[in-house]
């Protein structure tokens, strides 16, 4: 799964080329997710992700809010791994 974090588009959960799920964002993190914002994105995420990745996915969004970004690019909950990229 991955993260892309900054500019000014809107939210959203995609699938890319090769099947991976993509998250975007707008905002700095962790400041970005609000209660109102993460209970959006998982609306967003629930039409794309499956039950699986979707519980993967609380969890990763848990890291994210509480600053858990491993050198500020990956976090790593029982052995997923999302992977957060910043355009700027």
Same mark, same amino acid.
């Given at each position: 799964? /991955?993260?892309?974090?900054? #500019? ?22 962790? #400041? ?16 794309? /992700?499956?039950? !699986? ?7 990763? /969004? ?13 976090? !790593?909950?029982? #052995? ?7 355009? #700027?």
């Amino acid at each position: 799964m /991955l993260v892309v974090s900054g #500019g000014s588009t809107s939210n959203a959960v995609v699938r890319g080329r090769t099947g991976e799920s993509v998250v975007l964002l707008s905002g700095e993190l962790p #400041g970005v997710l609000t209660e109102e914002s993460v209970s959006e994105l998982l609306d967003l995420a629930a039409a794309v /992700l499956s039950d !699986e990745e979707m519980a993967m996915f609380r969890d990763c /969004l848990r890291a994210l809010r509480n600053g858990g970004c491993r050198d500020g690019r990956r976090i !790593e909950v029982d #052995g997923a791994v999302l992977t957060v990229y910043y355009e #700027g």
